[in-house]
Protein backbone atom coordinates (compact mmCIF):
# COMPACT_ATOMS: atom_id res chain seq x y z
CA UNK A 1 0.00 0.00 0.00
CA UNK A 2 1.43 3.33 -0.72
CA UNK A 3 1.89 5.89 2.05
CA UNK A 4 0.45 9.31 1.23
CA UNK A 5 2.58 11.75 0.69
CA UNK A 6 3.24 14.24 3.05
CA UNK A 7 1.63 17.52 2.58
CA UNK A 8 4.21 20.32 4.84
CA UNK A 9 2.34 23.72 3.72
CA UNK A 10 -1.43 22.23 4.51
CA UNK A 11 0.20 20.40 7.62
CA UNK A 12 1.84 23.66 8.94
CA UNK A 13 -1.55 25.87 8.04
CA UNK A 14 -3.44 22.94 10.19
CA UNK A 15 -0.51 22.73 12.89
CA UNK A 16 -0.57 26.78 13.41
CA UNK A 17 -4.62 26.74 13.28
CA UNK A 18 -4.72 24.64 16.00
CA UNK A 19 -1.62 25.87 18.36
CA UNK A 20 -3.03 29.31 17.86
CA UNK A 21 -6.62 28.11 19.69
CA UNK A 22 -5.03 25.94 22.10
CA UNK A 23 -2.74 29.14 22.96
CA UNK A 24 -5.39 30.98 23.36
CA UNK A 25 -7.03 29.21 25.54
CA UNK A 26 -4.22 28.57 27.79
CA UNK A 27 -3.59 31.98 27.76
CA UNK A 28 -6.99 32.78 28.90
CA UNK A 29 -6.81 29.88 31.36
CA UNK A 30 -3.83 31.17 33.33
CA UNK A 31 -4.35 35.12 33.22
CA UNK A 32 -7.99 34.54 35.05
CA UNK A 33 -9.87 35.55 31.94
CA UNK A 34 -11.47 32.55 31.84
CA UNK A 35 -12.32 29.31 34.61
CA UNK A 36 -14.64 26.61 35.07
CA UNK A 37 -17.09 28.92 37.83
CA UNK A 38 -17.36 31.79 34.84
CA UNK A 39 -18.23 29.49 32.04
CA UNK A 40 -20.17 26.95 33.51
CA UNK A 41 -23.88 28.65 33.46
CA UNK A 42 -22.70 30.02 29.57
CA UNK A 43 -25.24 27.81 28.25
CA UNK A 44 -27.63 29.96 29.67
CA UNK A 45 -26.23 32.74 27.21
CA UNK A 46 -27.70 33.40 24.15
CA UNK A 47 -24.43 35.51 23.20
CA UNK A 48 -22.29 32.48 23.94
CA UNK A 49 -24.37 30.88 21.68
CA UNK A 50 -23.28 33.67 18.88
CA UNK A 51 -19.88 33.60 19.89
CA UNK A 52 -19.45 29.71 19.68
CA UNK A 53 -21.25 29.69 15.95
CA UNK A 54 -18.66 32.46 15.05
CA UNK A 55 -15.87 30.36 16.39
CA UNK A 56 -16.96 27.13 15.24
CA UNK A 57 -17.69 28.50 11.29
CA UNK A 58 -14.36 30.26 11.26
CA UNK A 59 -12.54 27.01 11.89
CA UNK A 60 -15.03 25.09 9.61
CA UNK A 61 -13.90 27.67 6.96
CA UNK A 62 -9.99 27.06 7.61
CA UNK A 63 -10.25 23.03 7.54
CA UNK A 64 -12.61 23.28 4.30
CA UNK A 65 -9.74 25.72 3.14
CA UNK A 66 -7.29 23.42 3.69
CA UNK A 67 -8.89 20.22 2.26
CA UNK A 68 -10.53 22.67 -0.92
CA UNK A 69 -9.31 19.97 -3.21
CA UNK A 70 -8.78 17.19 -1.05
CA UNK A 71 -12.35 16.31 -0.12
CA UNK A 72 -11.11 12.95 1.22
CA UNK A 73 -9.37 15.01 3.68
CA UNK A 74 -12.58 15.28 5.67
CA UNK A 75 -13.23 11.43 5.56
CA UNK A 76 -16.64 12.05 5.06
CA UNK A 77 -17.70 8.77 3.53
CA UNK A 78 -19.60 6.41 4.96
CA UNK A 79 -17.71 4.21 7.52
CA UNK A 80 -16.45 0.63 6.83
CA UNK A 81 -15.25 -2.42 9.46
CA UNK A 82 -17.92 -2.88 12.45
CA UNK A 83 -18.71 0.94 13.24
CA UNK A 84 -21.02 0.19 15.57
CA UNK A 85 -19.08 -2.30 17.99
CA UNK A 86 -16.36 0.25 17.68
CA UNK A 87 -17.97 3.45 18.28
CA UNK A 88 -19.47 1.66 21.37
CA UNK A 89 -15.82 0.42 23.00
CA UNK A 90 -14.77 3.85 22.47
CA UNK A 91 -17.98 5.68 24.31
CA UNK A 92 -17.83 2.98 27.05
CA UNK A 93 -13.79 3.13 26.96
CA UNK A 94 -13.87 7.13 28.02
CA UNK A 95 -16.57 6.71 30.73
CA UNK A 96 -14.43 4.31 32.14
CA UNK A 97 -11.26 6.11 32.08
CA UNK A 98 -13.31 9.02 33.42
CA UNK A 99 -14.60 7.31 36.30
CA UNK A 100 -10.11 6.24 36.77
CA UNK A 101 -9.71 9.85 36.73
CA UNK A 102 -12.33 10.60 39.64
CA UNK A 103 -10.44 8.41 41.43
CA UNK A 104 -7.51 10.52 41.65
CA UNK A 105 -6.82 12.99 44.09
CA UNK A 106 -7.60 16.08 41.89
CA UNK A 107 -10.89 17.83 41.00
CA UNK A 108 -13.41 16.62 38.83
CA UNK A 109 -12.14 17.24 35.52
CA UNK A 110 -15.56 17.27 33.74
CA UNK A 111 -16.05 20.95 36.08
CA UNK A 112 -12.77 22.11 34.48
CA UNK A 113 -13.93 22.15 31.27
CA UNK A 114 -17.35 23.87 32.03
CA UNK A 115 -19.42 22.06 29.46
CA UNK A 116 -22.36 21.48 32.27
CA UNK A 117 -24.47 24.03 33.95
CA UNK A 118 -24.03 23.94 38.17
CA UNK A 119 -28.06 23.77 38.00
CA UNK A 120 -31.12 23.89 35.65
CA UNK A 121 -32.53 27.17 35.40
CA UNK A 122 -35.95 26.79 33.36
CA UNK A 123 -36.11 30.75 32.84
CA UNK A 124 -33.28 30.36 30.85
CA UNK A 125 -34.69 27.21 28.76
CA UNK A 126 -34.54 29.04 25.18
CA UNK A 127 -30.86 29.66 25.49
CA UNK A 128 -29.74 26.51 26.77
CA UNK A 129 -31.56 24.38 23.89
CA UNK A 130 -29.88 26.89 21.51
CA UNK A 131 -26.18 26.03 23.14
CA UNK A 132 -27.76 22.18 23.31
CA UNK A 133 -27.48 22.44 19.50
CA UNK A 134 -23.83 24.26 19.53
CA UNK A 135 -22.43 21.80 21.37
CA UNK A 136 -24.16 18.35 20.30
CA UNK A 137 -24.33 19.14 16.66
CA UNK A 138 -22.04 22.20 15.31
CA UNK A 139 -19.01 21.47 17.78
CA UNK A 140 -18.65 17.50 16.99
CA UNK A 141 -18.95 17.67 13.52
CA UNK A 142 -16.14 20.65 12.86
CA UNK A 143 -13.78 19.28 15.69
CA UNK A 144 -14.24 15.64 14.07
CA UNK A 145 -13.38 17.49 10.90
CA UNK A 146 -10.79 19.46 12.18
CA UNK A 147 -8.90 16.21 14.19
CA UNK A 148 -10.20 13.12 12.96
CA UNK A 149 -10.47 14.50 9.25
CA UNK A 150 -8.07 17.04 7.99
CA UNK A 151 -5.61 16.73 10.86
CA UNK A 152 -5.60 12.99 10.77
CA UNK A 153 -5.44 12.52 7.31
CA UNK A 154 -2.07 15.11 7.31
CA UNK A 155 -0.82 13.07 10.25
CA UNK A 156 -1.08 9.38 8.33
CA UNK A 157 2.12 10.25 6.39
CA UNK A 158 3.86 9.33 9.99
CA UNK A 159 2.34 5.98 10.47
CA UNK A 160 -0.73 4.85 11.82
CA UNK A 161 -0.23 5.04 15.36
CA UNK A 162 1.90 8.00 15.28
CA UNK A 163 -1.44 10.43 13.87
CA UNK A 164 -3.75 8.32 16.41
CA UNK A 165 -1.58 9.31 19.58
CA UNK A 166 -0.57 12.57 17.93
CA UNK A 167 -4.34 13.66 17.32
CA UNK A 168 -5.37 12.70 20.76
CA UNK A 169 -2.94 15.08 22.10
CA UNK A 170 -3.52 17.98 20.09
CA UNK A 171 -7.09 16.89 20.63
CA UNK A 172 -6.08 17.76 24.37
CA UNK A 173 -4.35 20.44 24.07
CA UNK A 174 -7.15 22.33 21.92
CA UNK A 175 -9.35 22.70 24.84
CA UNK A 176 -6.68 24.56 26.81
CA UNK A 177 -7.40 22.65 30.17
CA UNK A 178 -5.11 21.15 32.44
CA UNK A 179 -6.54 17.90 34.57
CA UNK A 180 -9.01 17.39 32.03
CA UNK A 181 -6.39 16.64 30.02
CA UNK A 182 -6.87 13.25 31.47
CA UNK A 183 -10.02 12.49 29.78
CA UNK A 184 -9.65 14.46 26.82
CA UNK A 185 -6.32 13.08 25.49
CA UNK A 186 -8.01 8.95 25.94
CA UNK A 187 -11.06 10.50 24.35
CA UNK A 188 -9.23 11.90 21.40
CA UNK A 189 -6.90 8.55 20.47
CA UNK A 190 -10.08 6.98 20.62
CA UNK A 191 -12.20 8.92 18.44
CA UNK A 192 -8.98 8.73 16.25
CA UNK A 193 -8.45 5.06 16.91
CA UNK A 194 -12.55 4.75 15.79
CA UNK A 195 -11.93 6.85 12.42
CA UNK A 196 -8.49 4.93 11.82
CA UNK A 197 -10.88 1.62 11.93
CA UNK A 198 -13.60 2.75 9.64
CA UNK A 199 -11.89 5.09 7.81
CA UNK A 200 -14.78 7.49 8.26
CA UNK A 201 -15.29 10.93 10.22
CA UNK A 202 -19.02 10.48 10.63
CA UNK A 203 -18.84 7.44 13.13
CA UNK A 204 -17.05 10.12 15.60
CA UNK A 205 -19.40 12.91 15.29
CA UNK A 206 -22.30 10.75 16.49
CA UNK A 207 -20.00 9.64 19.73
CA UNK A 208 -18.78 12.85 20.15
CA UNK A 209 -21.98 14.34 20.08
CA UNK A 210 -23.43 11.29 22.65
CA UNK A 211 -20.74 12.15 24.66
CA UNK A 212 -21.82 15.84 24.84
CA UNK A 213 -25.11 15.56 24.85
CA UNK A 214 -25.18 12.73 27.94
CA UNK A 215 -22.86 15.83 30.02
CA UNK A 216 -25.55 18.13 29.46
CA UNK A 217 -28.11 15.99 29.99
CA UNK A 218 -27.12 14.41 33.22
CA UNK A 219 -26.11 18.24 34.44
CA UNK A 220 -29.58 18.93 34.68
CA UNK A 221 -31.38 15.92 35.50
CA UNK A 222 -29.71 15.60 38.60
Same mark, same amino acid.
Given at each position: MTREPLHSV??? &??? !?????? #? +???? &??? !?????? #? +??????????????????????ILGAVLAIAHDRKDFLALRWPGGHPLR???GVFVSIYVVEALVTLLPIRNPGN???????????????????NVVLLVIFAPIVEELTFRGVGQSLLQPFGRWPSILGIGVAFGLWHGLVEAELVLIPFGIGL???????RSTIPGMLVHAAFNGLALALSVLT
Open positions: RLT &VWV !FAVGAV #S +ALEY &VAR !FTGSTN #S +ASTRNQVYSYSAFVGGLVFYGLIAAEQGLTPAHWEPAHAGAFAAAYLRDRT
